[in-house]
């Protein structure tokens, strides 16, 4: 009795094994989605106390006006423009200001961008002229710091090494986006 | 001729006894990274696409907004609404739904949260400054605009 047992081996038939396992592969090839979180960053302003309102004069030297009505018309420094590519070029021009222009940003400390919409303005190009404006500082940065601008958007602030490069980069030019709140003239 | 002969002889079957091991390490890798959906999107959702991309660095600390035209416009109507979790909320309602988020999130941790919008390409600005009147009011002032990857691609399309 217990010959013959020891003889026959006990084994699960593992053949259709590859085929479970298929099975629950392609259920969770359907079911993924990759999550895309990855985007623009923005840090709202506080909202104002009442008590405290001080009125900063600001040179109009030093602003970066950027305006888009409702009908997704640019306005870039009180100047109508078509292609919204350009913006990059001539913000980091403004902020840089490596020719001393009189009409051009004192420093680059100084510099804000004042990026101002309308209530009817599409969001998709809200975020391409966004999207430029941030993309002009981060060239900013990255060529101080040595590296490219995807690096340093890339850069984990945890890490001591990359925090100092971050540093060196970012100095003490601000990332001064300031977006106004929308008119209403085209309505919504 | 008779070395041939041996060679043909010579079983030529790919052992397949490695193959549910390969199964099995793709297989997990899947379940690792699938997130299932919880909720389920009610208003168009074309991403915008830009350049400047950043990643959020901690998911947990992340809510999300979802603004657009409604699926069912017989039902909803055709203007942009804000959907938070699975339902629709008007602008005002945020404030509430930002405390309720923070609640889920430990007492530290609770300014860092940041919140994602996702937002269709056709929604007007009207909308999505509302939002963020009532975000400033909540106190929850990280933002982020989910966008997809501009490739050169796109660019070239856009410049023709």
Redesign the interface.
Same mark, same amino acid.
Request: glycine share 4%; charged share 30%; no cysteine.
């Given at each position: 009795m217990a010959r013959s047992k020891g003889r026959s081996k006990a084994e699960v038939n593992a053949g259709s094994m590859a085929d479970i396992a298929f099975l629950l592969l392609i259920f969770f090839l359907v079911t993924t989605t990759i999550a895309s979180d990855k985007g623009l960053t923005l840090t709202l302003p506080p909202e104002p106390d009442d008590a405290e309102q001080i009125d900063v004069k600001i040179k109009d030297r030093n602003l970066f006006k950027v305006a888009i009505n409702s009908a997704d018309r640019l306005l870039v420094e009180g100047e109508r423009l078509d292609d919204y590519t350009q913006i990059k070029e001539m913000l980091i021009e403004h902020v840089l200001n490596p020719s001393q222009n009189p009409e051009l940003s004192e420093s680059p400390q100084d510099a804000i961008v004042s990026f101002k919409t309308d209530r009817g303005t599409s969001y998709e190009i809200y975020i391409n002229v966004l999207d430029q404006l941030q993309g002009a500082y981060y060239q900013i940065y990255a060529e101080r710091a040595g590296v490219t601008a995807e690096e340093f958007r890339g850069l984990n602030l945890k890490d001591p090494k990359e925090k100092a490069i971050y540093e060196r980069g970012k100095g003490d030019i601000p990332m001064a986006i300031s977006i106004a709140e929308p008119t209403n003239i085209g309505g919504n | 001729m008779s070395k041939f002969k041996k060679k043909s002889n010579a079983s030529q079957e790919i052992p =397949?006894s490695a *193959?549910?091991d390969i199964? !099995?390490m793709?297989?997990f890798f !899947?379940?690792v =990274?699938?997130?299932?959906?919880e909720t389920e999107i009610k208003v168009e959702q074309t991403i915008?696409k830009?350049? &400047?991309?950043?990643?959020?660095?901690r998911?947990s600390l #992340?809510s999300y907004l979802y603004i657009g035209k409604p699926k069912q416009t017989e039902k909803f109507g055709g203007e942009a609404k804000i959907q938070a979790n699975d339902v629709f909320i008007e602008p005002r309602d945020i404030l509430l739904w930002v405390a309720k988020e923070k609640d889920k999130l430990a007492e530290a941790e609770r300014d860092k949260i940041t919140i %994602?919008m996702k #937002?269709?390409?056709? %929604?007007?600005?009207?909308?999505?400054?509302d939002v &963020? &009147?009532q *975000?400033?009011?909540a106190?929850a002032? $990280?933002?982020?605009?989910? =966008?997809? $990857? *501009?490739t050169s691609k796109d660019k070239n399309n856009s410049l023709l």
């Amino acid at each position: 009795m217990a010959r013959s047992k020891g003889r026959s081996k006990a084994e699960v038939n593992a053949g259709s094994m590859a085929d479970i396992a298929f099975l629950l592969l392609i259920f969770f090839l359907v079911t993924t989605t990759i999550a895309s979180d990855k985007g623009l960053t923005l840090t709202l302003p506080p909202e104002p106390d009442d008590a405290e309102q001080i009125d900063v004069k600001i040179k109009d030297r030093n602003l970066f006006k950027v305006a888009i009505n409702s009908a997704d018309r640019l306005l870039v420094e009180g100047e109508r423009l078509d292609d919204y590519t350009q913006i990059k070029e001539m913000l980091i021009e403004h902020v840089l200001n490596p020719s001393q222009n009189p009409e051009l940003s004192e420093s680059p400390q100084d510099a804000i961008v004042s990026f101002k919409t309308d209530r009817g303005t599409s969001y998709e190009i809200y975020i391409n002229v966004l999207d430029q404006l941030q993309g002009a500082y981060y060239q900013i940065y990255a060529e101080r710091a040595g590296v490219t601008a995807e690096e340093f958007r890339g850069l984990n602030l945890k890490d001591p090494k990359e925090k100092a490069i971050y540093e060196r980069g970012k100095g003490d030019i601000p990332m001064a986006i300031s977006i106004a709140e929308p008119t209403n003239i085209g309505g919504n | 001729m008779s070395k041939f002969k041996k060679k043909s002889n010579a079983s030529q079957e790919i052992p =397949t006894s490695a *193959l549910p091991d390969i199964i !099995f390490m793709l297989l997990f890798f !899947f379940m690792v =990274t699938t997130v299932l959906r919880e909720t389920e999107i009610k208003v168009e959702q074309t991403i915008p696409k830009a350049e &400047q991309l950043k990643k959020i660095e901690r998911k947990s600390l #992340v809510s999300y907004l979802y603004i657009g035209k409604p699926k069912q416009t017989e039902k909803f109507g055709g203007e942009a609404k804000i959907q938070a979790n699975d339902v629709f909320i008007e602008p005002r309602d945020i404030l509430l739904w930002v405390a309720k988020e923070k609640d889920k999130l430990a007492e530290a941790e609770r300014d860092k949260i940041t919140i %994602a919008m996702k #937002v269709d390409s056709e %929604a007007k600005m009207g909308i999505i400054s509302d939002v &963020q &009147q009532q *975000l400033r009011k909540a106190n929850a002032r $990280k933002l982020m605009y989910n =966008t997809l $990857k *501009l490739t050169s691609k796109d660019k070239n399309n856009s410049l023709l």
